[in-house]
């Protein structure tokens, strides 16, 4: 149930929402519109409640279509020009974004904000709210960015658990807009006789920088390597089942960190068998300014109080070259035959 110090707490809270707003006389009960400063301190907030979300680009922009701006190009930006002045653009013709209406509802049960109460301070109360809301509205934006592959006017979580009719992510922006960027399938197979198969990660990993990722970009020291649990796990067995001396086996363990000579990253909610190659500020979040609103109401008939954060969204990104990715890495033992 809900007992008295959970709604004296709840008040306190929604008292700090009002007063954060800056706007006089605002109540959190109703849909408000959410000030520039609180915009960034929203967005800042949200962004470092996941440490990867921290590490790529959020960005908020003026319009809900534009062109895409390449905030870590490798292309070179310097030269001359006889008689002028050199110039090299930021960003690719014709590689633009567009924002769509976004809605997050964090729903937290009485019975849970009852143990929150009882569990200390109205201080941390609000601390236990604050991360209800950042972390799981975090959680969503890479969720849909992995997994995003249409847009619906009306949702249907049951269906598309992952978001996948919210937005469109990362990868289906890349195989609309640069499909050869994106390879369907490959085979990992530690016996190497599997057709056209590779017999490691690293040979895998190698061959999908050398020929998908642009030749500018090839040596960028920020690329990275994204890569599913189930790829990470099958290449550490089998690295620690071949490990016979004390430096095989550190070189098993330490796989979860470099393959190819680039970082590894396994973020919450990639998909298990797939492989990205990119720059992680190559990966963006666009908000657009002057569209976020709040609404932070106790609904007893629900016996629940509900967090809404409203706000125009989408996903970009930076430079298509500068991104490579197998949709689905199928891991072989060789017993299909070469």
């Keep these: 149930m809900f007992n008295a110090q959970a709604s004296s707490f709840l008040q306190k809270y929604c008292e700090s929402i009002a007063k954060a707003a800056v706007v006089a006389g605002v109540n959190p009960a109703e849909l408000f519109a959410i000030s520039p400063v609180i915009e960034t301190k929203l967005r800042q907030a949200i962004v470092h409640s996941d440490s990867f979300l921290n590490l790529i680009s959020v960005q908020s922009v003026d319009q809900i279509k534009g062109q895409v701006v390449d905030v870590g190009t490798g292309a070179l930006l310097t030269g001359r020009v006889k008689d002028g002045r050199f110039r090299s653009k930021l960003g690719m013709d014709g590689n633009t974004y567009e924002l769509v209406e976004t809605d997050s509802c964090a729903a937290i049960k009485w019975a849970t904000l009852t143990q929150w109460a009882n569990s200390g301070s109205s201080g941390e109360f609000i601390k236990y709210m604050n991360a209800a809301i950042t972390r799981n509205y975090a959680l969503d934006m890479l969720r849909i960015g992995f997994h995003g592959i249409k847009i619906s006017e009306t949702t249907d979580p049951a269906t598309n658990p992952n978001g996948e009719d919210v937005n469109k992510g990362w990868l289906t922006i890349a195989k609309e807009k640069a499909a050869a960027q994106v390879l369907p399938t490959a085979v990992l197979d530690v016996t190497g006789t599997t057709d056209g198969s590779y017999k490691t990660l690293d040979s895998l990993v190698n061959d999908l920088k050398n020929t998908t990722i642009h030749e500018v970009h090839r040596g960028s020291p920020d690329l990275v390597v994204l890569i599913g649990s189930d790829l990470v796990a ?9 490990a016979d001396t004390p430096s095989e086996n550190k070189h098993a363990q330490s796989l979860a960190t470099t393959v190819a000579g680039m970082k ?5 909610f990639f998909k298990p068998t797939q492989v990205w190659i990119t720059s992680l500020k190559n990966l963006q979040i666009l ?7 709040r609404k932070a109401k106790n609904e007893e008939d629900r016996k629940q109080f509900e967090n809404s954060y409203l706000r125009m969204e989408g996903y970009a990104i930076g430079d298509l070259d500068k991104f490579a990715a197998i949709e689905d890495v199928t891991i072989s033992d060789g017993t299909a035959g070469a």
């Design 234 to 242: 099958a290449e550490q067995h089998r690295l620690l089942e071949a």
């Design 264 to 268: 590894v990253y396994t973020p919450p």
């Design 287 to 293: 908000t657009q300014k002057g569209t976020q609103w």
